[in-house]
T-cell receptor, first 114, second 114 residues
Framework: EAGVVQSPRYKIIEKKQPVAFWCNPISGHNTLYWYLQNLGQGPELLIRYENEEAVDDSQLPKDRFSAERLKGVDSTLKIQPAELGDSAVYLC????????????FGPGTRLTVL | GENVEQHPSTLSVQEGDSAVIKCTYSDSASNYFPWYKQELGKGPQLIIDIRSNVGEKKDQRIAVTLNKTAKHFSLHITETQPEDSAVYFCAASMTQGGSEKLVFGKGTKLTVNP
């Protein structure tokens, strides 16, 4: 079984530039999560999808962050414009009710904003 | 909302000794308590979890205990090995809409000295 795939693994951008992250969940997993992980901290949920519907985006800073999960499979997370404080690791995870909702994490995208 | 406190933030043990990490949570409605191991440059990986209908669960050298009355749970690793060195996160959640909304602790960096 292939794991959660994320790209790119690393991204360095200037502040005020846009950036996008891509996630391919484990096949058959209907739930997809985007987390933010600051250095030395635990992951914090940004948004949770059930199939193509965003069921919890209360922690997503909607003035600059957006996400989509077209067709209920792959997902993209976008930041526009990026700020210095957005430097962090962005993790994607997926889960399935058939697997007791265990969340499987991808390797993350490390974003550095200069 | 849920708040999870984790202690200690760093833990250093000799190979073969036991390691214990403790977490407390605030929301009595939480019913799922997973533990994740995160190695450098990788996403968190589930190592063990417990649901609120049991008090203890064991898997080889790893065990988790849960005290719902006191709202705390602990991870126990026995006979530690150098490859156990990593950052460990506890989390608490309640099932919402068929999936788990996890709130993570800040992590414990475990170092096992050979």
């Amino acid at each position: 079984e292939a794991g959660v795939v994320q790209s790119p693994r690393y991204k360095i951008i200037e502040k005020k530039q846009p950036v996008a992250f891509w996630c391919n969940p484990i096949s058959g997993h209907n739930t997809l999560y985007w987390y933010l992980q600051n250095l030395g901290q635990g992951p914090e949920l940004l948004i949770r999808y059930e199939n193509e519907e965003a069921v919890d985006d209360s922690q997503l800073p909607k003035d600059r962050f957006s996400a989509e999960r077209l067709k209920g499979v792959d997902s993209t997370l976008k930041i526009q414009p990026a700020e210095l404080g957005d430097s962090a690791v962005y993790l994607c995870a997926s889960s399935s009710r058939d697997r007791d909702n265990e969340q499987f994490f991808g390797p993350g995208t490390r974003l550095t904003v200069l | 909302g849920e708040n999870v406190e984790q202690h200690p933030s760093t833990l250093s043990v000799q190979e073969g000794d036991s390691a214990v990490i403790k977490c407390t949570y605030s929301d009595s409605a939480s019913n799922y308590f997973p533990w994740y191991k995160q190695e450098l440059g990788k996403g968190p990986q589930l190592i063990i979890d417990i649901r609120s209908n049991v008090g203890e669960k064991k898997d080889q050298r790893i065990a988790v205990t849960l005290n719902k009355t006191a709202k705390h749970f602990s991870l126990h690793i026995t006979e530690t090995q150098p490859e156990d060195s990593a950052v460990y996160f506890c989390a608490a959640s309640m099932t919402q809409g068929g999936s788990e909304k996890l709130v993570f602790g800040k992590g414990t960096k475990l170092t096992v000295n050979p």
